[in-house]
């Protein structure tokens, strides 16, 4: 008798580990940029969200979805995509925190900004 | 151009002419594939060439005219025009509809959509059936995409500067083209840059002032729209070695509709796009190209509303023969 309930509370025990892991687990994720926050969406000559935030370490995607091509260039020239045609994207990896300002080279009015923690 | 001259510019009726800034929004128009430019006396008269009809012997006669095309983006291919071979193909119908053959053309930029050898190519075999073989080139920031221009500027830069600007004249007119499309700063505008302008001012300083002058360039050399970057920083520089002169013409395009504009001695116009047409300032929450209905696409790359041109006579210096 004594082992059997000794075996459901163990059982009660691992069940309680795992519901709290899967929920650190989550959470976990939810600290961690989700992907969708580091993807940047260039439309009707605009970049948006026009401001990220993320840790360092962060993948950050930019989408073209204009009809228009765009670039997109860091204002401190640390990173410089070529001129991104419809549904064209361009990828930067961010090592060093701080705040990365960029535009468009070809149009000069959209800025946006990657700030690195 | 700081905010204050863009106000100063666009805001403030100088001429007391009451063409105040709303006036002068109500006065653009969707123009036509092209401009057919008359000088006449000195002064530069500009006709739509979807207006062919309204362009008579009379009105061509002058002592040079000219043809100024833009924008026809070749390579182009999305809903707002899936076909701008055959619009440019049309505009260049409508120049060898004309009844006096045009000395030479003007493109004022965006000739290709992405800087495309394939781009370039067909655009130069389209205007070989021009009426004219003396076609003359500035680039747009469509033109100069990932070699900083150096392709465009070997195929259609002869005899130009190394940065791509040059001056020629033409039965007593000078006519000086510019790039404002390189260098372009974080937030700001178009760029004429030191050496350009040092260049330029250079470039007149031998003329007398009777010289009438024509300067042509992509993005607009006044402010059109600073919100959507339309306009050049330091035009305000460039526009300030003609002031001695009488007659100056400023021919841009970039923003794909008419516009025209009389500042002291100086008369602006933009020319319509011969691929698609972009919004007017402000009309939009961006400039992106309008998506209209294939059967309005070509009447609004060919309709001109002047009306509102006509009795107003300060914009009525350009195009008082229309009426």
Same mark, same amino acid.
């Given at each position: 008798m004594k082992s059997i309930r000794w075996i459901l509370a163990l059982k009660v025990l691992i069940a309680g580990l795992a519901i709290a892991g899967?929920?650190?687990?989550?959470?976990?994720?939810?600290?961690?940029?989700?992907?969708?926050?580091?993807?940047?969406?260039? /439309?009707?000559?605009?970049?948006?969200?026009?401001?990220?935030?993320?840790?360092v370490g962060t993948t950050v995607h930019w989408t073209n979805r204009d009809d228009i091509p765009h670039t997109v260039v860091s204002q401190d020239m640390s990173f410089k995509s070529k001129a991104l045609d419809t549904d064209e994207d361009f990828t930067y990896t961010f090592s060093k925190p701080g705040t990365y300002d960029y535009f468009c080279s070809l149009h000069p009015k959209m800025t946006a900004k990657v700030v690195v923690q | 151009m700081s905010d204050a001259n863009q106000r100063d510019e666009i805001l403030h009726d100088h001429n007391h002419d009451g063409v105040d800034r709303r006036g002068?929004?109500?006065?653009?128009?969707?123009?036509?594939?092209?401009?057919?430019?008359?000088?006449? =006396?000195?002064?530069?008269?500009?006709?739509?060439?979807?207006?062919l009809a309204e362009i008579g012997e009379r009105e061509a006669e002058g002592e040079?005219?000219?043809?100024?095309?833009? /924008?026809?983006?070749? =390579?182009?291919?999305?809903?707002?025009?899936?076909?701008?071979?055959?619009?440019?193909?049309v505009a260049v119908d409508r120049i060898n509809a004309l009844s006096t053959k045009p000395e030479f053309i003007l493109h004022t930029g965006d000739v290709s959509h992405l800087s495309k050898p394939a781009e370039f190519d067909t655009v130069e075999q389209i205007l070989k059936s021009a009426p004219t073989g003396d076609i003359l080139y500035v680039p747009g920031e469509h033109d100069v995409l990932n070699d900083d221009g150096k392709q465009f500027h070997e195929r259609f830069g002869? =005899?130009?500067?190394?940065?791509?600007?040059?001056?020629? /004249?033409?039965?007593?007119?000078?006519?000086?083209?510019?790039?404002?499309?390189?260098?372009?700063?974080?937030g700001g505008l178009g760029n004429l840059g030191k050496e350009q302008l040092e260049w330029m001012e250079k470039d007149v300083k031998h003329l007398s002032k009777s010289t009438?002058?024509?300067?042509?360039?992509?993005?607009?050399?006044?402010?059109?729209? *600073?919100?959507?970057?339309?306009?050049?920083? /330091?035009?305000?520089?460039?526009?300030s070695y003609l002031k001695r002169f009488g007659s100056v013409t400023v021919l841009?395009?970039?923003? *794909?509709?008419?516009?025209?504009?009389?500042?002291?001695n100086i008369t602006f116009h933009t020319a319509a796009s011969t691929a698609f047409p972009q919004p007017k300032p402000g009309t939009a929450p961006g400039p992106g190209p309008m998506k209209v209905p294939a059967e309005q696409l070509r009447s609004l790359l060919g309709v001109t509303d002047v009306n509102y041109l006509r009795g107003r006579h300060a914009l009525a210096v350009v195009d008082s023969t229309l009426g």
């Amino acid at each position: 008798m004594k082992s059997i309930r000794w075996i459901l509370a163990l059982k009660v025990l691992i069940a309680g580990l795992a519901i709290a892991g899967a929920v650190a687990a989550s959470s976990g994720i939810a600290k961690t940029p989700a992907s969708a926050a580091t993807e940047v969406k260039i /439309d009707n000559f605009s970049f948006a969200p026009q401001t990220v935030t993320v840790p360092v370490g962060t993948t950050v995607h930019w989408t073209n979805r204009d009809d228009i091509p765009h670039t997109v260039v860091s204002q401190d020239m640390s990173f410089k995509s070529k001129a991104l045609d419809t549904d064209e994207d361009f990828t930067y990896t961010f090592s060093k925190p701080g705040t990365y300002d960029y535009f468009c080279s070809l149009h000069p009015k959209m800025t946006a900004k990657v700030v690195v923690q | 151009m700081s905010d204050a001259n863009q106000r100063d510019e666009i805001l403030h009726d100088h001429n007391h002419d009451g063409v105040d800034r709303r006036g002068f929004l109500k006065c653009m128009a969707w123009a036509g594939t092209g401009a057919f430019c008359v000088m006449k =006396g000195g002064v530069l008269k500009s006709y739509s060439l979807s207006r062919l009809a309204e362009i008579g012997e009379r009105e061509a006669e002058g002592e040079l005219s000219f043809v100024q095309i833009s /924008d026809s983006h070749m =390579g182009f291919n999305k809903a707002a025009n899936p076909d701008v071979v055959s619009t440019l193909k049309v505009a260049v119908d409508r120049i060898n509809a004309l009844s006096t053959k045009p000395e030479f053309i003007l493109h004022t930029g965006d000739v290709s959509h992405l800087s495309k050898p394939a781009e370039f190519d067909t655009v130069e075999q389209i205007l070989k059936s021009a009426p004219t073989g003396d076609i003359l080139y500035v680039p747009g920031e469509h033109d100069v995409l990932n070699d900083d221009g150096k392709q465009f500027h070997e195929r259609f830069g002869k =005899g130009a500067r190394p940065g791509g600007w040059y001056s020629f /004249d033409k039965k007593g007119v000078h006519f000086i083209g510019l790039v404002n499309v390189m260098n372009l700063k974080a937030g700001g505008l178009g760029n004429l840059g030191k050496e350009q302008l040092e260049w330029m001012e250079k470039d007149v300083k031998h003329l007398s002032k009777s010289t009438p002058v024509v300067v042509f360039a992509h993005i607009p050399l006044w402010t059109v729209y *600073h919100e959507w970057g339309w306009g050049t920083e /330091d035009s305000a520089q460039a526009l300030s070695y003609l002031k001695r002169f009488g007659s100056v013409t400023v021919l841009n395009g970039h923003i *794909h509709q008419t516009m025209q504009k009389v500042e002291g001695n100086i008369t602006f116009h933009t020319a319509a796009s011969t691929a698609f047409p972009q919004p007017k300032p402000g009309t939009a929450p961006g400039p992106g190209p309008m998506k209209v209905p294939a059967e309005q696409l070509r009447s609004l790359l060919g309709v001109t509303d002047v009306n509102y041109l006509r009795g107003r006579h300060a914009l009525a210096v350009v195009d008082s023969t229309l009426g």
